[in-house]
């Protein structure tokens, strides 16, 4: 199995920027997939960056295009998620998922951190 935890969440003004960490408990490069969701009260979890592919591609929401990039440190075991011109709207928890193939198609989530954008 694999363990993700969050950071680098906060309050931020309209237009600031902000860096997510997800670091996981083995090396990414074993995972398939290792991406970013969001959550906000009352609504579904939605997609806002990933590597899949085994981290040779790249998928965004199309909110974020733009203006979030998700990046990763292998040897850090590592996956960022680097946020500019941040909006009230992007307002959410955020959390990092983890998804391994074999032996089973299984995911894994982190606790989540918490992204305020307010001025």
């Known amino acids: 199995q694999v363990q993700v935890v969050e950071s680098g969440g906060g309050l931020v003004q309209p237009g600031g920027s902000l860096r997510l960490s997800c670091a996981a408990s083995r090396s990414i490069s074993s995972i398939y997939a290792m991406g970013w969701y969001r959550q906000t009260p009352g609504k579904q979890r939605e997609l806002v960056a990933e590597?899949?592919?085994?981290?040779?591609?790249?998928n965004y929401a199309a909110s974020v295009k733009g203006r979030f990039f998700i990046s990763r440190d292998s040897a850090k075991n590592t996956v960022y998620l680097q946020m500019n011109s941040l909006k009230p709207e992007d307002t959410a928890v955020y959390y990092c998922?983890?998804?391994?193939?074999?032996?089973?198609?299984?995911?894994?989530w982190g606790q989540g951190t918490q992204v305020t954008v307010s001025s």
């Open positions: 590597f899949t592919s085994g981290g040779s591609s790249t």
């Open positions: 998922k983890a998804t391994v193939r074999w032996p089973r198609l299984e995911y894994y």
